[in-house]
């Protein structure tokens, strides 16, 4: 099935687009919205943007955001350029226009079908019943962080702070986050919000997860990225999820599935009634 299929179906699943997003930016008045940013997120990630960790994440969107600056910036000189008005321009946006036309009939059409699909609730809860392993709510820790670039310079930080404890220590720690980290989490004291086992590099991982509630790593924690020192902010144990949590995810996975073996059988449909040739 085609690539545009794959990637606007995952998105159902795991952004929900509104029609509007939030103002992200704007450029001489014209806005970047956080829709347009998590479209182009979602493509290049082929759907994966979720699973990254919460570091790489913030460093994508940002890399994104100013990308989309850039080319803004570019289109508006073009235009004063006259570009717009060329024979080369015009040539091809009359071919972007078709293949537009081509793909856009086509993801409205799939929406259509896949609004159409139905899902009765009797089957959500036996779903839920029979599959309870799946609605475990993992173990999750929220985490802050203070990236340098050398092991001498988080060792300083550990240093400094191993006066403090309680509030002073959580307030002392968002403070020299936001003035010494080099990660993009910087601006929010660090923040790296909760997290399951398994999302950040492994060295991270292992160190949060083996910490306790309101301490510092006792040493920097190397990975790729630099030199962490971590402060574990809260702790959240492993918990079965009600029926109630997870029956809109159930409903829409039961209706993923549905949808998945309708375009099956009416991509197959469709090809048999078609004349199809492929150059050899």
């Known amino acids: 099935m085609r690539r545009e299929f794959t990637i606007w179906t995952l998105g159902i699943l795991l952004c929900a ?25 979602l493509e290049g990630t082929q759907g994966r943007f ?25 289109f508006e000189d ?9 024979k080369e321009f015009k040539s091809e946006y009359q071919i972007l226009s078709e293949r537009m036309k081509t793909q856009l009939a086509a993801k409205v059409w799939e929406q259509q079908q ?8 009797k ?14 709510d993992k173990e999750k ?23 403090f404890s309680g509030d002073k220590l959580k307030g002392e720690f968002i403070n020299q986050a936001k003035s010494k980290s080099m990660g993009p989490s910087a601006a929010k004291g660090g923040d790296l919000g909760y997290f399951p086992r398994g999302q950040m590099v492994p060295s991270f991982n292992d160190a949060a997860f083996a910490m306790k509630e309101g301490t510092i790593s006792a040493e920097p924690v190397q990975s790729q990225f630099g030199y962490h020192v971590i402060y574990i902010e809260d702790k959240q144990l492993a918990k079965k999820m009600g029926f109630d949590e997870v029956k809109n995810f159930i409903e829409q996975r039961l209706k993923m599935d549905k949808f998945k073996a309708f375009m099956d059988k009416k991509m197959s449909s469709l090809k048999a009634k078609a004349k199809i040739t492929y150059a050899k």
């Open 114 to 121: 896949f609004e159409a699909i139905r899902v009765d609730p």
């Open 141 to 163: 820790v929220r985490a802050r962080h203070i990236l340098v670039k050398t092991e001498a310079e988080a060792d300083a930080v550990i240093k400094s702070l191993k006066g």
């Open 50 to 74: 979720d699973s990254l960790p919460a570091d790489k994440q913030n460093e994508l969107r940002q890399r994104i955001i100013e990308g989309m600056v850039a080319q803004q910036l570019v």
């Open 78 to 86: 073009a235009k004063r350029g006259g570009i717009l008005d060329s």
């Open 17 to 41: 687009s509104a029609l509007n997003g939030s103002v992200l930016a704007t450029v001489n008045g014209d806005p970047i919205t956080s829709d347009e940013v998590n479209r182009v997120l």
């Open 123 to 136: 089957e959500v809860k036996s779903y839920f019943d029979t599959n309870p392993d799946e609605f475990i």
